[in-house]
């Protein structure tokens, strides 16, 4: 069985040439790293084995690289997408090293092998054997470019299940592509807490609790959660409070079907022990417990610190009350928040970059959006002046032919280098600023309405009263060249 992918390179062939034949890589972790680690020379076969196989279709596969470049700049074909980044991957133990590089070199012959130069290499790093494919873009006799449309991704497929057949191999029989974006399948694989994998931990979290669809739906509300299923609805869809897009369960895993999740249900309604975990886990938000409870002060700091953050104004100010929400920074002293809302809880695996905007705040004292900008607009002219200073740097190397002064001068190149990689990271994460301030507002009314859904000390009237006060004010967005 043999699963294959291909995808457009832009930047640069050599890049990917090189990645694909380097011994010195042994265990990597999977395909996402590749335009990370791409100027490798080859992965080895086996644990414990040196050797490797990289063949060239067409072209030397020491110099594919040059002869593929070569290629382009005959036809005046540079630009745009300069090759083409395959792979063929087999089930673990189906193949040997040397069966696997025999069928990619047979596929590649057939898909490209008359036109276009190939680069093929068999690796072992994900413990399976799969082929890469480098595919020049240009064609080697007519300069022909090689458009790779859907038509070129089935005839890949259909070539190597083909293929497959003929050596007494599985194909797969219903092949699907995946129904996630990229990033945030592989943060999915990386246990990272996606949209996806918190509505899969809120719908178990439910789906143990319940015994009927209002339970789940009363449930998920407490959660963050939108939840819509019943006799009229074909698919059951969830969604959080304030996206108004819905997802519908199936897309989440077989466990989530409607069918699935009500053979779950109806198993629970014989099991007492399940309706008592529902109310138990109910009690906590309902007005009997408000009133065996009285509020405390340290209830009331923190309902009056939510619900002015949704209206709070400059950066700085801002950007604490973000932190605080995130539960990354103490509210009171040692009281620490965990967010309750599902978009602030998908929001920590940004915290990366939300740390930088706040630090460069914090730093230098950005309150309003005009510092914001005189701030951007004193780093572009730092990063002029940086660039000028590199420039003359570097006409004087032209000239020079003492050792030591060249040393020096490189010296110097590179110090100007560093500063002008400091500034423009500045200056991406000012501008980053302003690009993220709306969605950080919207995480701030999310985490709101989270609190508000589940205060038990106030009314259905002071509630709706308290959002009708924080109703958010839109801001038009500014955007910094």
Not at 41 to 65: H, M, P, W
Not at 160 to 173: T, Y
Not at 314 to 319: A, H, K, L, Q
Not at 373 to 402: G, L
């Amino acid at each position: 069985m043999a699963v294959t992918k291909i995808w457009a390179i832009h930047d640069s062939v050599s890049r990917v040439v090189d990645y694909c034949s380097n011994p010195e890589k042994t265990r990597l972790t999977d395909l996402e790293q590749v335009l990370i680690y791409a100027a490798n020379k080859a992965k080895t076969l086996d644990e414990g084995e040196q050797s490797y196989a990289v063949t060239g279709i067409n072209c030397r596969a020491e110099t594919a690289a040059q002869e593929m470049s070569t290629a382009q700049r005959c036809f005046g074909k540079t630009g745009g997408n300069v090759a083409y980044h395959a792979y063929q991957s087999f089930k673990t133990g189906e193949v040997s090293a040397a069966e696997c590089h025999r069928i990619g070199l047979e596929t590649a012959r057939r898909l490209w092998g008359d036109s276009y130069q190939v680069l093929v290499a068999t690796h072992f790093n994900t413990g399976t054997y799969h082929n890469h494919f480098v595919v020049n873009s240009v064609g080697m006799w007519d300069g022909r470019k090689l458009e790779a449309k859907y038509g070129v991704y089935y005839a890949l497929r259909a070539t190597s299940d083909r293929i497959c057949k003929e050596h007494g191999l599985s194909v797969v029989q219903n092949p699907q592509r995946h129904k996630t974006a990229r990033s945030v399948y592989f943060a999915e694989k990386n246990g990272e807490p996606t949209r996806f994998n918190l509505m899969r931990e809120a719908l178990d979290k439910a789906l143990s609790l319940c015994s009927s669809w209002s339970e789940m739906t009363t449930v998920l509300r407490k959660l963050g959660y939108a939840f819509e299923c019943g006799p009229t609805h074909k698919y059951a869809t969830i969604r959080p409070f304030r996206s108004r897009k819905c997802t519908r369960t199936f897309q989440l895993g077989h466990a989530y079907e409607k069918e699935a999740m009500r053979e779950r249900l109806l198993e629970h309604q014989r099991d007492y022990r399940v309706t008592q975990s529902y109310y138990a886990f109910l009690k906590p938000y309902s007005r009997s417990y408000a009133r065996e409870n009285p509020p405390t002060e340290a209830y009331y700091r923190k309902r009056e610190f939510y619900c002015k953050a949704p209206r709070i104004t400059g950066y700085v100010s801002f950007f604490r009350a973000v932190a605080i929400v995130l539960g990354v920074a103490p509210m009171y002293e040692k009281e620490y928040q965990q967010p309750l809302s599902a978009e602030c809880r998908e929001a920590c695996r940004r915290l990366d970059r939300y740390t930088a905007e706040m630090t460069l705040v914090e730093q230098e004292h950005l309150e309003t959006p005009q510092d914001l900008q005189r701030y951007i607009a004193r780093i572009n002219a730092e990063i002029d002046e940086v660039t000028d200073t590199r420039s003359k740097v570097r006409n004087k190397q032209r000239n020079c032919t003492d050792p030591a002064r060249m040393a020096e001068l490189k010296k110097q190149c590179a110090a100007c280098t560093a500063v002008l990689a400091d500034l423009r990271k500045k200056k991406k994460t000012a501008c980053a600023i302003i690009e993220n301030h709306p969605k950080l507002r919207e995480l701030l009314e999310s985490e709101f309405e989270a609190r508000l859904e589940n205060d038990p000390y106030l009314s259905e009237r002071e509630k709706s009263a308290l959002r009708q006060q924080n109703a958010p004010v839109r801001e038009e967005k500014q955007y910094v060249r």
